[in-house]
Structure formats: C-alpha cells, structure tokens
Nanobody, 124 residues
C-alpha cells in the first residue's frame, strides 16, 4: 500500500506562487507514475500534471502549461508541483496520485493511490 501525504497548500493572491509537496512511503513499482489532480468547488476532478519516475517525462493539462512544473526527488521520496502565476480558477483541492503502470496517462481511473488532498485558494 502506498501512503501519500500532501503539503504546501494555502491562500495566495492572483499572480502569486505556491509549491505543493507529496511525500510517499517508498519508491517502488507502485510509484512509477505520479501526478497531481485537482477538484475545484462544485466541479469535477481534473488532471493537472504527471511525471513518469523512471525517465522523468512529464505531461501537463493545457490549462497549466507554462505556469506549473512537476518534479521529483527520489532520494527524498517526494514529488513537487511548483505553481506560478496562479489564477482564481486554480482554486481547488489538490491531490497527489500514484500508479504502477508504464503508460502513465493523466486520467483519474488509472491511478490506484490517492492522498488526502491539500487546499489551494487563489483570490483576485
């Protein structure tokens, strides 16, 4: 069982930055594909970014390209989401996710393991 713990959420004004962290229990085949999803209030869950741990390849939702960066530190069993130029539309609960597969799509049903979430609120 993979244990994921998010941190780094908070409130920020539009144009500001936040860095989310997700610490996971161990780097195994269960954490080859990791990423971030978010669920804005009253809306459906959506993929934000993902990273394939074995080669570092990344993929982003169009809405965050150029503003968000996902990265990993395998020595610390941690992935990050650096969020810059935040907009009120980025307000959501952000979830860290992990999966064991190799295709690593940004698709919620693919991910077997989910964290509890961390809230990000961006005010205008």
């Amino acid at each position: 069982q993979v244990h994921l713990v998010e941190s780094g959420g908070g409130s920020v004004q539009a144009g500001g930055s936040l860095r989310l962290s997700c610490q996971f229990s161990e780097f195994t085949y269960n954490t080859r594909c990791m990423g971030w999803f978010r669920q804005p209030p009253g809306k459906e869950r959506e993929g934000v970014a993902r990273i394939y741990a074995l080669d570092g390849t990344t993929h982003y939702a169009d809405s965050v390209k150029g503003r968000f960066t996902i990265s990993q530190d395998n020595a610390k069993n941690t992935i990050y989401l650096q969020m810059n130029s935040l907009e009120p539309e980025d307000t959501a609960m952000y979830y860290c996710v992990a999966a064991s597969g190799t295709s690593c799509p940004l698709w919620a049903p693919y991910f077997e393991h989910w964290g509890q979430g961390t809230q990000v609120t961006v005010s205008s």
